[in-house]
């Protein structure tokens, strides 16, 4: 049976949302900031700008269709690394829900890494 929606329509999609992610990053650098962790050297506003700019140049990878496996794989670890680092400690106090949202986002990547036929 033939899918609704194909798969690259699906990653398309995916890359567009993640896009808007990083375009996101940018506008609210300075209101984002503060989440990022004390134990990171430097301002935490040029991590958001640094993570803002991954997520832009991951969709435009997956929009593009370069590279686009590897450029899944490292979005995928970066979501990774946000659950430990940024979200163990909203858990403790029962706020899951950017967890959730990061794990599902980094399983997603995989997908479309792993269905890409390209590096």
Do not use: Q
């Not at 690259?8 to 890359?15: K, N």
């Not at 958001?48 to 590279?67: F, H, P, R």
């Amino acid at each position: 049976m033939k899918p609704l929606i194909s798969s690259r329509a699906a990653g398309i999609i995916y890359a567009l949302a993640i896009g808007v992610f990083g375009i996101l990053h940018f506008k609210n650098a300075y209101a984002m900031k503060d989440s990022v962790p004390e134990f990171m050297p430097g301002d935490g506003t040029i991590w958001i700008y640094i993570t803002g700019a991954c997520l832009i140049l991951a969709a435009i990878s997956i929009i593009i269709n370069k590279l686009t496996r590897v450029a899944c794989y490292l979005l995928a670890a970066m979501f990774i690394i946000f659950v430990f680092t940024l979200h163990i400690e909203p858990l403790k106090s029962g706020v899951y829900t950017h967890l959730l949202k990061d794990t599902a986002m980094a399983m997603g990547a995989i997908l479309i890494g792993n269905n890409s036929a390209k590096w």
